[in-house]
C-alpha cells in the first residue's frame, strides 16, 4: 500500500535561513508527488507538484524539491525562509491512476524565529 | 485560480442531531469531488469520494450511512453527519480536482464541526 512519511512534527528556523522538510513515500511505480501548505483558515494551496521528467521541481513561493527514487524521498526546500512561511506542510502522493485521491503525511508544522 | 468554498467554516451542534456541510467549485464543474477529514495536529485521511450522479464510494472503515455523501450537480457535493457524536467532531476537508486539468486537486478552506 502507499504511504507518506514526514519524519519531522515540527521544525523552527530563523527568517533568512534554509529550509529543508523531509518526504518519504512508499510506492511500487513512479508515484505522482505533492507538496502542499495549510495555514489557518485557508485551504491547502498546491506548493508544486512532481509526475515525471526533470526530478528538481520548480514551485511557488520559492519553494524546490526533489524527488530522489533510490532514497524514496521528495523534500521540499527553500533558500530562505520568510516569516509568512510559518504554516503546516503536507507531503501527498497520488494514488496509482491518478484517480485524484491522496494519501498524505502527517504534517509538518514550520514555525519561524525574527 | 480555480476556487471552492465549503460551507459552513465551523458548526457545533448537539450531540444526535444531524449536520450537513457544503462544498461548491465556484468557477469550474467537478464530476469528482473527495471528502477528507482532519484530526487536530494531524494528516487529512480520505473518507469518500463523491461521484456526480452516482453513489459515493467509501474508504475502508467510513461508515457510509454515518456520513451521508449526496453530489447533486457539477458543482455541489454534500456531506451529512448524521447523529453525530463528540467522537465525529472533527475538521472536514473537500477537494475537487479541475475538469481540464485533473491532476491538480483544488481544496476547500474546510468546516470545523464540534458536537456537543
Known amino acids: 500500500a502507499q504511504s507518506v512519511t514526514q519524519p519531522d512534527i515540527h521544525i523552527t528556523v530563523s527568517e533568512g535561513a534554509s529550509l529543508e522538510l523531509r518526504c518519504n513515500y512508499s510506492y511500487g511505480a513512479t508515484p505522482y508527488l505533492f507538496w502542499y501548505v495549510q495555514s489557518p483558515g485557508q485551504g491547502l494551496q498546491l506548493l508544486l507538484k512532481?509526475?515525471?521528467?526533470?526530478?528538481l521541481v520548480q514551485g511557488i513561493k520559492g519553494f524546490e524539491a526533489e524527488f530522489k527514487r533510490s532514497q524514496s524521498s521528495f523534500n521540499l526546500r527553500k533558500p530562505s525562509v520568510h516569516w509568512s512561511d510559518a504554516a503546516e506542510y503536507f507531503c501527498a502522493v497520488g494514488e496509482s491512476g491518478n484517480t485524484g485521491k491522496l494519501i498524505f503525511g502527517q504534517g509538518t508544522t514550520l514555525q519561524v524565529k525574527p | 485560480g480555480a476556487v471552492v468554498s465549503q460551507h459552513p467554516s465551523w458548526v457545533i451542534c448537539k450531540s444526535g442531531t444531524s449536520v450537513k456541510i457544503e462544498c461548491r467549485s465556484l468557477d469550474f464543474q467537478a464530476t469528482t469531488m473527495f471528502w477528507y477529514r482532519q484530526f487536530p495536529k494531524q494528516s487529512l485521511m480520505l473518507m469518500a469520494t463523491s461521484n456526480e450522479g452516482s453513489k459515493a464510494t467509501y474508504e475502508q472503515g467510513v461508515e457510509k450511512d454515518k456520513f451521508l455523501i449526496n453530489h447533486a450537480s457539477l458543482t455541489l457535493s454534500t456531506l451529512t453527519v448524521t447523529s453525530a457524536h463528540p467522537e465525529d467532531s472533527s475538521f472536514y476537508i473537500c477537494?475537487?480536482?479541475?475538469?481540464?486539468?485533473?491532476?491538480?486537486?483544488?481544496f476547500g478552506p474546510g468546516t470545523r464541526l464540534t458536537v456537543l
Open positions: 477537494s475537487a480536482p479541475h475538469r481540464t486539468h485533473t491532476d491538480t486537486q483544488y
Open positions: 512532481y509526475f515525471s521528467g526533470d526530478t
